[in-house]
Antibody, heavy 117, light 111 residues
Framework: QLLLQESGPGLVKPSETLSLTCSVSGGSIDSTSYYWGWIRQAPGKGLEWIGSSYYSGSTSYNLSLKSRVTIPVDTSKNQFSLRLSSVTAADTAVYYC?????????WGQGIRVTVSS | QSVLTQPPSVSAAPGEKVTISCSGSTSNIGGSFVSWFQQLPGTAPKLLIHSNNKRSSGIPDRFSGSKSGTSATLGITGVQAGDEADYYCGTWDHSLSGGVVFGGGTRLTVL
């Protein structure tokens, strides 16, 4: 059974880079059928798609975050990551990793990240 | 401001039927399949409906989806207390910005 597990620091200082990892088990990340992506949810708010990557390197990012985001895929470790630079308090959210085709069809449990000094 | 528009809240008594609407445009709903997600309190979203009207594995047939033009609808019949959750529509947007877009979410309250 597919399992996605987020990991990373729960507290990040303003202006620093938020780095999270999603470990994939029960499935291979080098599938040509799926992308691997990140979605976030600010406190009390709705869902915001951050972006996605295929293992081949093809990427798609939310235009509003594109200048600050990268989503590298590591097939050797069967995991993918999120790098979000120059964070501010507005980046405080629960971050979900997910697998998808057009839309995410399988989600991790989420990790809460707070941006604060 | 979400790209897709949903009502903020709906309510229903146990056993009743409820519908949740999702409105978009030709660049998203009008040109893509629509999915629906259920987010129970304190948990991650779960895929309920994909490809407009196909239930995800394990989802009871009380849940249904439909799409017409640039709008979509989630229907829940025989509402139960355990259905109390936030529901989100989502689809791919083919405009210049591209990517996955979601509705703002609808809170279902079971009376």
């Amino acid at each position: 059974q597919l399992l996605l597990q987020e990991s990373g620091p729960g507290l990040v200082k303003p202006s620093e880079t938020l780095s999270l990892t999603c470990s994939v088990s029960g499935g291979s990340i080098d599938s040509t059928s799926y992308y691997w992506g990140w979605i976030r949810q600010a406190p009390g708010k709705g869902l915001e798609w951050i972006g996605s990557s295929y293992y081949s390197g093809s990427t798609s990012y939310n235009l509003s975050l594109k200048s600050r985001v990268t989503i590298p895929v590591d097939t050797s470790k069967n995991q993918f990551s999120l790098r979000l630079s120059s964070v501010t308090a507005a980046d405080t959210a629960v971050y979900y990793c997910a697998r998808g085709t057009m839309v995410p069809d399988f989600w991790g449990q989420g990790i809460r990240v707070t941006v604060s000094s | 401001q979400s790209v897709l528009t949903q009502p903020p809240s709906v309510s229903a008594a146990p056993g009743e039927k409820v519908t949740i609407s999702c409105s978009g445009s030709t660049s998203n709903i009008g040109g893509s399949f629509v999915s629906w997600f259920q987010q129970l309190p304190g948990t991650a979203p779960k895929l309920l409906i994909h490809s407009n009207n196909k239930r995800s594995s394990g989802i009871p047939d009380r849940f249904s989806g439909s799409k017409s033009g640039t709008s979509a609808t989630l229907g829940i019949t025989g509402v139960q207390a355990g259905d109390e959750a936030d529901y989100y529509c989502g689809t791919w947007d083919h405009s210049l910005s591209g990517g996955v877009v979601f509705g703002g979410g609808t809170r279902l309250t079971v009376l």
